[in-house]
Structure formats: structure tokens, C-alpha cells
């Protein structure tokens, strides 16, 4: 098993440009999520997508969009890249079932490193 | 305001030495996880607890929920440089989503 993978790794951007981060897991999850690290600001929850066909938006939505491609795929979408988007994106996804309870381990891809200049 | 206070920010300790890494926060919560990132990685869960006063060791780790369910503790004994890395705790807020503290970065030397 792969866990969650994410593609790509690193990533330069120009102002205003545009991309796509992918996100994959085979752990048969429900629920998949995406954050982004920033220093000194720990994980803070972009969006999450609780069951197949569904998206919520979390903390921080706003200059990104996502789509559930399937039970595996969620892909996060910058459209119009800043620099204040230059960060860490971590991929995370958990069984679903006991999301409510707070008991559920998320389990999180290696990152997409992400520099908007 | 953050809604958990992790302290302190960073440690730089001798391997061998024992440390102790806080969470807290003014809300009480049904359950709190620890996370553990390695440089270059993603975050691994290390634990959840759920109960209040619950103490839980995972080897050489001690991890302690207040008795309020407000805050948590973990505790390194005979710290190695393998316990290098960026300790998360985490709680569900109000709308079910999984809320982190800013961390706390640890650095074991050999």
C-alpha cells in the first residue's frame, strides 16, 4: 500500500498562474482533506471532503477550489496563485466513520512544496 | 486566537535528557491527538486520548489529558535523536473539524 500519495513534490509559480495538486490515497477512506503548513502556524484545514460527492470548506478557503474525483482522488486548484499561497500543502485522508467522534487518525501525504514569486 | 497553545515552541536538548511539551487551550474537549512530523514529511498520529486524568505510554512517551479536558502533556524519557521532529496536538472543534496547534519543534542532539 501507498497510504496517501501527492503529486508534484515542489512547485514555482508566477503570480496569477494556475495549477492543480493532486492527492490519491488506496486505504479505501471516505473522508480526504486538504491543509496547509505555514511556520509558526501549525495545520490549519483548507478544505475537506467528509464522503464521496461532498465538499466543505474549512479554515482557510479562500484563492483555492477542490473537487472529489472519486472515492481515491481529491485535487486541490490555485487559480490565480499569490504569494501569500506559498506554503506546504499536506494531503490527509481517514476512514470516515468515526470522524464525528474525534477519534479517527488522519493519515497525511509527504507534501507539495509550493513557492509563488 | 488560537484555539490550542503549544509551549514551548522549540527544544534543543542533549540525548539522554527527559522533557515535557504542553498543550493547552480554554475550551474543553471530548478527545486530543498528538502528531509527530519528521523533517520532510507529513504529520503521523502518536496517539488519541479521550478520557480525563487518562495517561497513556507508547515506549518512552508519556501522554497525559487533563482531568478538565482542556490540555495534555507528553513526556520524552532518555530522549533520542530519532525523537527529532515537530509535535502536533489536535482536537475536533465544534464543527467537526480537526483543529492543530502550532507545534512544538524538538531537536534531540547526539
Known amino acids: 500500500n501507498a497510504g496517501v500519495t501527492q503529486t508534484p513534490k515542489f512547485q514555482v509559480l508566477k503570480t496569477g498562474q494556475s495549477m492543480t495538486l493532486q492527492c490519491a490515497q488506496d486505504?479505501?477512506?471516505?473522508?480526504m482533506y486538504w491543509y496547509r503548513q505555514d511556520p509558526g502556524m501549525g495545520l490549519r484545514l483548507i478544505y475537506y471532503?467528509?464522503?464521496?460527492?461532498?465538499?466543505d470548506k474549512g479554515e482557510v478557503p479562500n484563492g483555492y477550489n477542490v473537487s472529489r474525483l472519486n472515492k481515491r482522488e481529491f485535487s486541490l486548484r490555485l487559480e490565480s496563485a499569490a504569494p501569500s499561497q506559498t506554503s506546504v500543502y499536506f494531503c490527509?485522508?481517514?476512514?470516515?466513520?468515526?470522524?464525528?467522534?474525534?477519534?479517527?487518525?488522519?493519515?497525511f501525504g509527504p507534501g507539495t512544496r509550493l513557492l509563488v514569486l | 486566537t488560537q484555539l490550542l497553545e503549544q509551549s514551548p515552541q522549540f527544544l534543543s536538548i542533549q540525548e539522554g535528557e527527559n522533557l515535557t511539551v504542553y498543550c493547552n487551550s480554554s475550551?474543553?474537549?471530548?478527545?486530543l491527538q498528538w502528531y509527530r512530523q519528521e523533517p520532510g514529511e507529513g504529520p503521523v498520529l502518536l496517539v488519541t486520548?479521550?478520557?480525563?486524568?487518562e495517561v497513556k505510554k507508547l515506549k518512552r512517551l508519556t501522554f497525559q489529558f487533563g482531568d478538565a479536558r482542556k490540555d495534555s502533556s507528553l513526556h520524552i524519557t532518555a530522549a533520542q535523536p530519532g525523537d527529532t521532529g515537530l509535535y502536533l496536538c489536535?482536537?475536533?472543534?465544534?464543527?467537526?473539524?480537526?483543529?492543530f496547534g502550532s507545534g512544538t519543534r524538538l531537536l534531540v542532539r547526539p
Open positions: 475550551s474543553v474537549f471530548s478527545s
Open positions: 489536535a482536537v475536533m472543534d465544534s464543527s467537526y473539524k480537526l483543529i
Open positions: 486520548v479521550v478520557t480525563g486524568g
Open positions: 486505504m479505501n477512506h471516505n473522508s
Open positions: 471532503s467528509a464522503s464521496e460527492g461532498t465538499t
Open positions: 490527509a485522508s481517514s476512514g470516515g466513520q468515526l470522524r464525528l467522534a474525534g477519534v479517527e487518525t488522519q493519515y
